[in-house]
């Protein structure tokens, strides 16, 4: 009878630490999935935005695409390739380019996410092209992804989409560095010798699995759960044991004391 407390309180704190784990896990998966990014907006109805646009255009683009951007013999015509050519581009910072006779390189971006909004727009306003995709990867099939995956995109990029070389000295990048955002950009618009996935080669279903399973291929072993800054599986097994094994043994120094408090002289087992 006496030792029932102590029994009852180590159930409760069992309980509390059982609801600690869970509520950590579901935060730290709800924080690996969630964010996919997609900040454009509408920024191309915004005539503002546009003009503004117009102006970084000007002086940071007009010597190879052409004043009017109707495209010169180093650089392709703008209208019709929409914004997600324009924001893919610039968020990749492969423009502004720094020599039209080489594949442009994936660098950090020349602009701000403010500036590179307003030129966005300005492209967009020229007229036709694809939007900025509407990316919601965490509701893809991570499956069906892996083996539109395996069909499409491995030729070139590899199995672990490390990339590769193709041939004209051309390559095929890791994707590993691109935003969800950048890589549905890129199925959209084929940058470069990359070809074009448009809505009838693939639904957007069919692209938000495939982003998931590029998303899958930069980290494959991370489980899910809390990732504790993806530090790798035996770490935070380490870190699990560590925590587990000092919360008992705060438990036991707690109860040794109690429990002896409450019966000086009683054997270990009674009844
Ligand atoms: C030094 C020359 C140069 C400058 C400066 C430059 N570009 Fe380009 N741009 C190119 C070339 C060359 C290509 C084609 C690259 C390819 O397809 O391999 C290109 C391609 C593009 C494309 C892709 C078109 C498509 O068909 O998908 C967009 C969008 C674009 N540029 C926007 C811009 C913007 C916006 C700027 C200014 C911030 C800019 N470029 C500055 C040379 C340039
Ligand atoms: C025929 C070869 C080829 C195929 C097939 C292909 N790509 Fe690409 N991809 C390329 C090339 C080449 C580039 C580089 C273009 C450039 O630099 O302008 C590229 C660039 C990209 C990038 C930009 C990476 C970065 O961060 O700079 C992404 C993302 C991408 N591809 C995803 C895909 C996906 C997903 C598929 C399958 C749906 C796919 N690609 C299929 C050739 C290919």
Sequence with gaps: MRRKPVAVTLVGLMVLATCLAVGF????????????GNSAGDADSDPDAVR???ELYLTGCSSCHGTAARGTDIAP????VGAAA??????????????????PEPKPPAYTRAEIDDLVAYVASLGGGPPIPDVDHPRGDLQAGGVLYRQVCQACHSAAGNGGALSLGN??????GATPVEVAEAIRTGPSNMPVFGPDTLTNRQVNSIVRYVDYLRD???PGGAPLGLVGPITEGLVAIVLGLGFLMLVTRWIEPRSMRDEPQGPLIHE
């Design 86 to 103: 324009a924001d893919f581009q610039l968020s990749t910072g492969r423009m502004p380019d720094t020599d039209p006779d080489r594949q």
């Design 220 to 222: 494959p072993d991370n």
């Design 25 to 36: 896990v579901s935060i730290g998966g709800a924080g690996a999935g969630g964010g996919d």
């Design 52 to 54: 503004r646009g117009r």
């Design 77 to 80: 015509d703008l209208h019709g």
């Design 171 to 176: 390559d095929a990048p890791t994707l590993h």
